[in-house]
Nanobody
Framework: VQLQASGGGLVQAGGSLRLSCVVS????????MGWFRQAPGKEREFVAA????????AYADSVKGRFVISRDYGANTVWLQMNSLNPEDTAVYYC??????????????????WGQGTQVTVSS
């Protein structure tokens, strides 16, 4: 399984970006998916996750109400729509996948596969 994250960039505070994570090698129907981020000097942190089936989602408190995770089975892609961005959202964003029958996965240690990361920079 290979994950390719893209869509990052430089945006002003209050702006929006949509990240994509294209999965190859297996259908995303078999995987719970998640997004994480890591800012300079900080540990990687959970951002959002979506269950393999059923559409259940979970969000970090810091992004709840601003970010939306979704998936497109036909495109084998997971999206992260990020709105009302602020400088604290600046980080490298990673997508991840794990084979799991039920539910969302918020622990980075549980994920099996990772994308290479895409940089998001929010200017004030």
């Amino acid at each position: 399984v290979q994950l390719q994250a893209s869509g990052g960039g430089l945006v002003q505070a209050g702006g929006s970006l949509r990240l994509s994570c294209v999965v190859s090698g297996r259908t995303i129907r078999n995987y719970a998916m998640g997004w994480f981020r890591q800012a300079p000097g900080k540990e990687r942190e959970f951002v959002a996750a979506i269950a393999r089936i059923g559409g259940d989602t979970a969000y970090a408190d810091s992004v709840k109400g601003r970010f939306v995770i979704s998936r497109d089975y036909g495109a084998n892609t997971v999206w992260l729509q990020m709105n009302s961005l602020n400088p604290e959202d600046t980080a490298v964003y990673y997508c991840a996948a794990v084979q799991r029958a039920w539910g969302v996965v918020q622990s980075s240690q549980s994920y099996e596969y990772w994308g290479q990361g895409t940089q998001v920079t929010v200017s004030s």
